[in-house]
């Protein structure tokens, strides 16, 4: 799976941290449930990555310094606003 690429982050609530991150990834799994027992009766075999409108990833960002975990957007956004302050 690849990593975006040249996109920078900068995290939205420490905002000293534009380098150590983690992706989160959102998987999913299909399965079917009996609607009056509960009881899962099928899982399906593969993960999918969900994927956005772009079929990028659609993806959580994780800042490593203080842990905030929110959406790779926020972190584009932060960098950003960074940018056009200097
Ligand atoms: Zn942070």
Same mark, same amino acid.
């Given at each position: /799976?690849?990593?975006? /690429? @040249? $996109?920078?982050?900068?995290?939205?609530?420490?905002?000293?941290?534009? #380098? %150590?991150?983690?992706? &989160?990834?959102? *998987?999913? %799994?299909?399965?079917?449930? =009996?609607? =009056?027992? +509960? #009881?899962?009766?099928?899982?399906?075999? #593969?993960?999918?990555?969900?994927? $956005?409108?772009? +079929?990028?990833?659609?993806? =959580? &960002? $994780?800042?490593?310094?203080? @842990?905030? &975990? @929110?959406?790779?957007?926020?972190? *584009?956004? #932060?960098? %950003?606003? =960074? $940018? @056009?302050?200097?």
């Amino acid at each position: /799976m690849a990593a975006p /690429m @040249g $996109r920078a982050y900068k995290c939205p609530i420490c905002r000293s941290n534009s #380098e %150590q991150f983690a992706l &989160v990834y959102k *998987m999913a %799994q299909e399965i079917t449930k =009996d609607p =009056d027992s +509960g #009881e899962t009766l099928f899982y399906a075999d #593969e993960l999918e990555t969900l994927t $956005r409108a772009d +079929g990028l990833p659609d993806l =959580d &960002v $994780r800042c490593l310094l203080c @842990g905030y &975990v @929110g959406r790779e957007t926020a972190f *584009m956004k #932060e960098a %950003q606003h =960074d $940018r @056009g302050r200097r």
